[in-house]
């Protein structure tokens, strides 16, 4: 295999997939690459892959430098890091998205780079759905392939453009009930460049083409990838003898993928189990915004491919809005997605909706047309089957007729369901508000309520409130004692500090002024531990108390100190507001992430 031409080369590329019955997965990765040229040694010093906070565990099992001289060097605890990507950290729903980097120590040319990865994902879901690209842009001198699935599941697997002169058949074997196929290769050459294989942008560019032909292909080529306006003439002739004949968008866009594809040799993999409809579809959403795909066109044609899997009615559909621009989309052709019928009624899943840039548009073009006709358009994100949350800040205070009178601002994440409408949610709101004010006791009057802003799914709200009597002497013995039961809200944090849909409790337990103050330094949030105040000193005559606490989290230190002042109660009331803030304490867990 001649290495000289290349940055470096693949000694060994094994991967094997267990998919278990319920399409949950564990993942074994194990590849060993020879450093040839100073560009490989510094292109692949870092290994980057993305895993689910919330539902995969990830084991780095070995990550070493082998030299030439035969010395091993492996890595240390701090070279595996997480990284959270500002776009992710934006979207409510999706912070739980991380990218792990691995930083490797020691190359040289002619070393070898050897790396084992474990990756169990625990989240069942309705398919499996994979494809394994058997040539890559560099030789392999060893590469295999095996998915392991139950004897009685639903597995197919099926090859695009085989690689000639090598047996893409499986080696199949069972044991334990389980069911083994796997694939092996030998000296696998790199793949040709540029219009012999097209990169994943420009796939995308050619879709993109394909589906709005009166875009010229160099129009955009510079946007995405400027390997495309090389063959951009080529292009645009090959599109428009591919699409000859062809009426439909989704005709066109598969004769152009067929043909984008030609040099790429796959492996595609899918299992599946029966799930309901409206399960399937935010497990699938949750999947592609999960993946390394950037381009909404990918998005849009991955989502397609899933939902098909798994036996769920889709269709790609491309559009304009005239108020919306995306840099990856030529401007004639700025809206693409996927729409699905969704309680008898079909719903366009938009997947060029970016969180980070979220802002209400009256939409316009063929948008508005497909509005008109009933179709409801959501962003594909808002669907996704993330965690619910309600945030909460409350400000108030607390006059000597024990009239607590103040502001509540709540923020709604996932806490409805992304179909409700802007009446019902309104109303969901009031029930809330109700619900979390009666837990203070006495007599609550909400004096106004006003609806701040809705961006799908999260909803944003402010309540003007005054409880009668809270806490005061002529209080029932039975409100007195939910005093006692603190209410629980969670905190209100700057938008990079996700709280999860645990609630925390907030800085209320009776006629007592707190201010609480968290001192920020360091990187953005990269632990996931309660964090308690570890130090009290409480004035049991006036029930004010102090206390500070610290939570060091990587190179972050987070300072949380508190301060009561001026229990405005009567000493004879101290071990009343004593009760309180033991009550409090005990039950203190801020939960920052999860």
């Not at 295999?144 to 599941?153: K, L, N, R």
């Not at 889709?314 to 840099?327: H, Q």
Request: aromatic share 10%; hydrophobic share 40%.
């Amino acid at each position: 295999m001649p290495e000289h031409n290349f940055d470096l080369v693949i000694l060994e590329d094994v991967k094997n997939v267990t998919i278990n019955k319920d399409c949950s997965f564990t993942r074994h990765i194990i590849q060993r690459i020879k450093i040839l040229t100073q560009k490989g040694m510094t292109a692949f010093s870092d290994q980057r892959f993305w895993y689910n906070t919330r539902s995969q565990d990830v084991e780095v099992l070995k990550a070493q430098t082998v030299t030439q001289d035969g010395r091993v060097i492996p890595i240390t605890p701090h070279a595996v890091t997480d990284l959270l990507p500002p776009a992710f950290a934006r979207a409510p729903g999706l912070c739980h998205v991380q990218e792990k980097l691995v930083c490797l120590i020691g190359l040289e040319i002619n070393a070898v780079t050897e790396l084992e990865l474990k990756i169990a994902d625990k989240s069942p879901r309705p398919f499996f759905a994979g494809e394994e690209l058997v040539g890559t842009y560099f030789p392999a001198v060893k590469k295999e392939f095996s998915v392991t699935v139950p004897e009685d599941m639903q597995f197919s697997h099926s090859y695009r453009n085989g690689v000639s002169g090598i047996s893409a058949q499986p080696e199949i074997s069972s044991a334990a009930g389980m069911k083994t196929f796997k694939w092996s290769f030998n000296n696998v050459p790199a793949l040709l460049e540029a219009e012999n294989a097209p990169s994943r942008q420009e796939l995308a560019s050619v879709i993109a083409f394909a589906a709005n032909p009166q875009n010229v292909a160099g129009a955009f080529a510079g946007r995405i990838g400027g390997s495309l306006a090389r063959t951009s003439k080529q292009l645009k002739a090959k599109v428009k003898e591919l699409t000859a004949g062809k009426k439909g968008v989704l005709d066109k866009v598969h004769a152009v993928y067929g043909y984008v594809q030609k040099s790429l040799n796959h492996i595609d993999i899918s299992a599946s189990v029966a799930m309901e409809t409206a399960v399937c579809i935010p497990r699938a959403v949750e999947e592609i915004f999960m993946t390394h795909y950037a381009n909404p066109v990918e998005k849009s044609v991955l989502l397609y491919a899933m939902l098909k899997t798994a036996g769920v009615k889709s269709e790609i559909a491309f559009g304009t809005d005239t108020e919306f621009t995306n840099p990856a989309l030529p401007a004639q052709f700025n809206k693409c997605g996927v729409i699905v019928t969704l309680n008898k009624k079909p719903v366009w899943l938009d997947t060029t909706y970016d969180f980070s840039k979220a802002k209400n548009t009256r939409p316009t073009g063929d948008i508005a047309v497909l509005k008109k006709n009933g179709v409801r358009i959501l962003p594909a994100q808002a669907v996704a089957a993330q965690d619910n949350t309600a945030e909460v800040r409350v400000n108030f205070a607390i006059d000597k007729d024990y009239i607590m009178a103040g502001t509540a601002d709540f923020r709604f994440t996932g806490y409805f369901n992304p179909f409700w409408s802007f009446e019902s949610g309104e109303k969901a709101i009031r029930d809330f508000v109700r619900q979390k004010l009666d837990a203070f006791g006495g007599k609550a009057e909400i004096k106004s309520l006003k609806i701040k802003g809705v961006s799908y799914p999260v909803m944003s709200a402010q309540a003007r409130f005054e409880i009668a009597d809270c806490f005061g002497d002529n209080a029932p013995e039975k409100q007195k004692q939910n005093a006692l039961n603190l209410p629980r809200f969670t905190f209100d944090l700057p938008e990079w500090l996700i709280v999860t849909g645990r609630e925390v409790p907030v800085k209320i337990f009776g006629p007592c002024r707190i201010k609480e103050t968290f001192v920020i330094s360091g990187p953005a949030l990269r632990g996931r531990k309660a964090f308690i105040p570890a130090q009290r000193e409480i004035d049991t005559d006036t029930g004010a108390f102090t206390g500070k606490g610290s939570y060091k989290s990587g190179r972050a230190v987070y300072v949380c100190a508190l301060e009561m002042k001026e229990a405005v109660v009567p000493s004879a009331r101290a071990e009343q507001a004593k009760a309180l803030i033991d009550a409090y304490n005990e039950n203190r867990n801020i939960v920052l992430c999860e």
